[in-house]
């Protein structure tokens, strides 16, 4: 196995100049919250450990075996009825197997990339986007993973270079979207469609106006719709909730969440969306929340077993999955933290 990320340094060099659109050369997968348009920031937090991530939990959410390596946001997908996980900053490549419990190493990526985005269309895997060296420096790439050869191929670049972004498979294509802001341009809300047949681009319809980081929103794709949730930077996070229909292009406003909740995230199982952890109210939080689409309603769920931010997401077979997030008291642990949750 790869070794893990480096996660230490927890106070470095992630900090965004306003003004220049700038950062420094950060090296670290660590990621402070966002506390203000340009990036994430050092938000300098000196959060008490609430305690150990899995020992001594007893509850619905199930402790699986650790990611091999840890960190914010990993790239994450489902294909052929196992997910697919590649570390922010890392070439590894990971496959987990939902019955035995245990990952495996695939072909790694081609590139290491802070903050890229994976989707999975028509039994293959694709990641794409990202930054290097730093998370600001905004790659084009586009890579497709064969789980029949084992091997990855180049296909037709992303049209906006871009990290921090977003990939969800919807209507027959990837979907790309979001990105940094920086001052007044509005590369966070574009919206870029892949054609996985014709290995083509088209620019689709932006996301909802003044709406903050696709990322820093549970996204989640149902019956091939499209469901952005709360978000917003940490110092102003949002509870609004949107739904995009890709037959019409067009955004229709939801009933907001119960809170305003930056870095969450997201999976559904059926018609009902599980949201999980974020960050508000200055501390990180293990809140679950269920939106019941047809009815329109939101339910609190079981608590994560810990507080955390910056996780993703999927589902499959039923059960709901929280891959690696981010707590700055105990990344080491949260960074590989792997859990689950079964209808």
Request: aromatic share 10%; glycine share 10%; with cysteine.
């Amino acid at each position: 196995m790869r070794p893990s990320a480096n996660l230490s340094g927890l106070a470095s060099c992630l900090v965004f100049a306003l003004s220049a659109g700038t950062g420094c050369k950060d090296t670290h997968d660590t990621a402070d919250p966002q506390t203000d348009d340009t990036g994430p920031a050092d938000s300098g937090d000196t959060h008490e450990d609430t305690g150990d991530t899995s020992n001594g939990y007893d509850g619905p959410w199930e402790i699986l075996a650790d990611l091999p390596e840890g960190g914010a946001w990993p790239a994450v997908a489902v294909l052929d009825g196992r997910i697919h996980a590649i570390p922010s900053n890392s070439t590894g490549h990971y496959v987990y197997d939902p019955v035995a419990d245990e990952w495996s190493e695939r072909a790694p990526a081609p590139s290491a990339a802070h903050y890229h985005a994976a989707a999975a269309i028509d039994g293959r895997l694709y990641l794409m986007g990202g930054g290097s060296p730093s998370a600001i420096d905004s790659l084009d790439s586009n890579r497709v993973y064969d789980p029949g050869t084992d091997a990855w191929e180049e296909r037709a670049p992303l049209p906006t270079a871009r990290g921090y972004l977003v990939a969800r498979t919807l209507a027959g294509e990837v979907w790309a979207m979001g990105g940094p802001r920086y001052a007044k341009d509005t590369l966070h809300l574009r919206a870029e469609a892949y054609d996985p047949v014709k290995d083509t681009w088209r620019r689709a319809a932006d996301l909802p106006k003044d709406t903050s980081w696709a990322l820093y929103s549970a996204n989640v794709v149902v019956d091939d719709v499209l469901y952005k949730l709360a978000g917003g930077i940490a110092s102003r996070p949002e509870d609004a909730a949107w739904r995009f229909d890709p037959a019409s292009e067009a955004w229709t406003a939801l009933q907001d969440t119960p809170k305003a909740n930056h870095g969450l995230a997201g999976a559904a199982v059926g018609r009902v969306i599980t949201l999980m952890g974020g960050y508000y109210d200055d501390t990180y939080h293990d809140d679950v929340v269920r939106y019941d689409i047809d009815a329109g309603t939101y339910t609190d769920g079981p608590p994560l077993p810990s507080e955390r931010a910056y996780s993703s997401a999927v589902a499959l077979d039923g059960c709901v999955y929280s891959v690696g997030g981010f707590h700055s008291a105990h990344q080491a642990e949260m960074g590989v933290s792997f859990i689950r949750i079964c209808e």
